[in-house]
């Protein structure tokens, strides 16, 4: 495969498109697709996300990321370079609720989910039979707020042996340390069953259902150390009546919930999604 | 026009549906519509809308409403009966922002709300134009919350003076007193630019922006003394992205608010809303 | 499960609701949710269903459905009472693409489905493996045009065999015989991948991409005779642009396709739907 | 104002994207937005828009659109620069029915809508008031099929007075004919009350409610001389259920058509658009 992509962030000035381009195009390489944002015409923040093809990628790969440099420097640049054919490793987290972890497997399955599940984690053993079925190794690993750090380092472990790029909490009902969270900045999705900033925390059906609310909702976002408050990355909602009690949100809500993680995962994993500050760009 | 509808409210028990239709039949009433709810089928709440066609129902008036008495206290009922031929009178609130005015206006002059819009009330003279040239009395009051009482003093003597039913705050920007609020209860209709309870109070679409959300919405209620806290009629969401600063999502917005609160006012004239501890059951 | 639902059609005319409320009061039902409509309140047909809770219903039963033969003659009326407890009997029917099959299973192993999924039918292997392992009969039977009835003759057997009520075409890719479709009438639910009635026939997302839609949407009806033409159930769409080709509105389609079959199929299975002419009314 | 959009059009191949923005950089042009598509990655077509602003550019026009034509010619480009500052001039045409009509001219009114509203042509006088309130020319033009060619005569003697660039069909209910519309190619907006291509040509909500369907909506498109067969530029879809009559159809269809066409109509005027056979790229 002889496509990646192109990720940079810098201060909006005239002459980047140009250099940037220029500089493919000196390299063979042929732009597929090209998206930009800019924060602010004047002086703000500038991203863009370029797609190309270029032939013997493979052999290139060194000398293109050489030769940026300076290009980066003059502009300066956060930049990085993403191989399509470098699938990325994905772990799992899931406790009791299996629909988001079912989703995800379909959509690897059909070949939609461009990664590599490399195990999936979790605190229940429920899912362990559908995992295992697919050929997924499954750890089963115990786990409450009294024994969180000797839970993460078990995790930690797992995840470095498995070389994980992207951990997803599929429903996964247990707080992350600081520490672990620091760890993979900006490189775990989670989904919330509310739509946020509506309902943080716990029990957002429930809570949900005592307001009285017309609609309900998800959100996947990146996980940092405030709950439920990382950078969000997708949001989606349904249509409820005074007939749905909260069991009946719950279930109308799993189905809003499996398609906003699914959607963003999928992002992820095309290097669609820019964080800066707490929000998402996503191209 | 021989239309009328039954509205009530009682813990649930065997034989009301029966009662209530036995009663309606031999009074020569048709059934049009009918929509009924139950909290919980083991002694919760009963709620019931009827719309039915009564041959001379202004002369049947006082027999129906006197005759069906004991059968509310079998029951333990609240109950009433709306009239179509009974046009509400409905006062518009409004600050500078017209756009909900309009939609109100706009619904009203295509014959879609079934009300007589008695007067609009505002504490800016943005709007006089437009609600004069359709023939509708226009209130200037200035207002700020040092002179809050004064104010709705004036507003109290204008809306008896025109039997006002409902009000509507048609993005009315100032917050009123308990006192009035008591005098309307479940009869002031607000809509609120956010998806609540997100960004309950001030500048929602600003924060909004600030947080990264990925959908913006609006939400019609019934004003209460707690802010944006009161029973919710109706609420729905666009899309945004980040593309989109405060004032795009301001635009988007616009145009939610104006249908949500157009949808909750003609359900609210149409008698389908029943209001129940802090929620509404919408028929 | 002493839950019952009552499903009438009959000559609009005043004292309906009247009488079959009595008749359940004086058999001990108690109400638990009613839904009526009316075509026109001159004269226009009536539908209503009734779900209700009755003592010892098992005994009921036969004494329920014998007195109410004079009630149905009065008004005319074609009705039925389905139990709750006598779980339907339900054929899947799929071609090579499982992702609506696979949505059905999933949603009846979360109970949600309540059906008894008694055997799938295919004219391809693609999907044994995953039906068996969930304890389901699976049949190959091999179709095309040429030897329609033969197979028909085949499936026929297995769905006397197993009693069949329901058959759910989940995007099974043959034609049936008018035979076979008058003997299952209004029993046999299919998906079609499109907004109906645009797209009717073979290749509907390569349509919808060659016209150049900016949405596409999937189809759940009952079958008939007339190709994609039998009463619509549920609809639903999503968005597509000039980036997604052919085969990128076919997996935005297939979510689509799976959410629109699942309801039509469990709204069938609650009988909330009444079939009149050529339309549903949907309780 | 110092903005443009530069439009292009041509064979894909390596090194536009570097020879446009070298371009723009060395013509001091800073790049505020750029979308493109490509149709195929292997020598497909290729469009690109691109929103920059430079200073002075009154002054650069000339120069800027001579220089370019080398590199126009060196990639087979159809191209074009649109300055922000030349205001589009509009023709609405207009039927009996005003509700899209009042949609596009209060999007004008907030300034949401960046042009020069000329004139509204009606063979109908019912939005003459409303219209010449606003202090813009309305010309009443009786129209039926035996006159077709007349009234296009004198509209067309209007529209070259008023200098006119869009033409928006705000439900003007006469087909135009094929000299006229190739007059404006692409240039003419309609927007049809129906889910293209469901339902083309007449009444489209009667026919929506006789087929049963459970959701209606409304295309806005490019006119061709192939009725309701043009360019597609935007759809939207609103939930119907068996409650609703063709009458409630139309109500519920009016506020989506409204929005539809007034965000074509946006796009158009905001260069957005490119037509390519019989599709449209929006970016």
């Known amino acids: 495969e002889n496509r990646a992509r192109f990720l940079i962030k810098c201060p909006d000035q005239p002459g980047i498109v140009a250099a940037v381009s220029k500089f493919l195009y000196e390299h063979n390489a042929n732009i597929v697709a090209s998206d930009q944002f800019t924060m602010n015409p004047e ?61 995800l497997l379909w959509e690897w399955q059909s070949g939609d989910l461009m990664a590599n599940i490399a195990l999936v ?13 697919l050929g997924i190794p499954f750890y089963y690993i115990p786990a409450n707020k009294d024994i969180r750090h000797q839970v993460e380092v078990k995790q930690k472990q797992l995840l470095e042996q498995y070389e994980v790029d992207l951990i997803v909490l599929a429903r996964y009902m247990q707080i992350l340390t600081p520490e ?5 900045e900006n490189r775990i999705i989670n989904i919330h069953h509310s739509f946020l900033p509506a309902f943080i925390g716990a029990k957002p059906y ?44 719950k279930k109308i809500g799993q189905s809003i919930e ?4 699914a959607r963003a ?3 992820h994993l095309e290097d669609r999604i820019i964080v800066y500050k707490n929000k998402t760009i996503v191209f």
Request: charged share 30%.
């Open 43 to 103: 002086g703000g923040e500038f991203f863009i996300r370029i797609e190309f093809e270029c032939p013997d990628l493979k052999e290139q790969v060194s000398k293109l990321e050489t030769r940026f440099v300076p290009i980066a420097e003059k502009f300066n640049m956060e930049w990085k370079i993403m191989y399509v054919r470098d699938i990325k490793n994905m772990a799992i987290f899931v406790s009791n609720e299996p629909h988001c972890l079912l989703e």
């Open 121 to 133: 984690i979790s605190n229940h053993e429920t899912a362990r039979e559908m995992v295992e079925s």
């Open 180 to 184: 672990f969270v620091g760890h993979f």
């Open 206 to 249: 429930e809570r949900a259902y005592q307001r009285g609310v017309k609609m309900i909702g998800a959100t996947s976002h990146y996980v940092t150390n405030d709950l439920d408050e990382g950078p969000i990355i997708e949001q989606n909602i349904g249509r409820v009546d005074h007939r749905d009690n909260g069991e009946d949100m």
């Open 258 to 261: 499996r398609s906003v993680l």
């Open 265 to 267: 995962v999928k992002w």
